[in-house]
């Protein structure tokens, strides 16, 4: 399958050459795609010298943007998928052939944490929890880490998505836009590592993507 690494990065500098140099065992360099979203260190020159696509935004856009601009260019390059990783080391690019053998019967492929195993901070646990059972009360699917932001589509799926979110909420609008769809899909576990425990989404974020699913529920 024809597939392209979408990897958006921000503030990375110290870690996207490790998570490049991974995830080239299994994708060639001009399939990878590094997204710099406004980045106030080197994470753009440092991923220049692995020798793989970067796009760069001068102002941060959110993660949202990010990935949306890396799909846009794979898009037009004629990706037949798309996998979306983190650019902190916190996904591991083994499981990337896992995620395209589970593609082959599916739209998309989501992926789950193991929480008792990656020591994930509370407020992280407690968050996804209520998004989790609040996408299945509006949208009526179930996921179990909606959060997670390593995954898998296919090309039909991307274009039938229409994917609009600039921040965090990125990850709740492909879930609920899944199941308001009705595109197939499927779940890997996976196990990851927090270096960082501040990182990610906040309280604050967590109460934006909640309100966007509401407004997605009833948009068209």
Avoid at 51 to 77: C, E, F, P, Q
Avoid at 104 to 122: C, E, G, L, Q, W
Avoid at 123 to 146: A, C, E, P, Q, Y
Avoid at 168 to 175: A, D, G, H, Q
Wanted: hydrophobic share 35%; aromatic share 10%.
């Amino acid at each position: 399958m024809d597939f392209y690494a979408i990897i958006p990065a921000r503030n990375e500098e110290r870690n996207i050459a490790a998570v490049i140099d991974k995830t080239k065992k299994f994708c060639a360099s001009k399939r990878i795609i590094v997204v710099d979203d406004g980045s106030k260190d080197n994470t753009a020159a440092q991923a220049r010298k692995q020798g793989v696509t970067v796009l760069r935004h001068i102002i941060n856009l959110g993660k949202g943007g990010a990935l949306r601009t890396g799909s846009l260019y794979a898009h037009k390059k004629g990706a037949e998928a798309f996998i979306y990783m983190d650019s902190d080391g916190q996904h591991n690019p083994e499981d990337i052939p896992r995620l395209l053998s589970e593609l082959k019967n599916n739209d998309i492929v989501f992926t789950y944490r193991d929480r008792a195993s990656t020591h994930m901070p509370t407020v992280k646990k407690f968050g996804n929890s209520f998004i989790n059972r609040t996408m299945r009360i509006l949208f009526h699917i179930n996921v179990r880490d909606t959060q997670c932001g390593y995954k898998a589509m296919t090309r039909k799926a991307y274009e039938r998505l229409g994917l609009i979110s600039n921040d965090y909420s990125i990850e709740s609008e492909i879930v609920a836009k899944t199941g308001k769809y009705k595109l197939k899909f499927s779940q890997l576990p996976i196990k990851t590592i927090y270096a960082d425990r501040y990182k990610g989404t906040t309280v604050f974020d967590g109460i934006n993507i909640v309100m966007k699913m509401l407004w997605w529920k009833v948009g068209r």
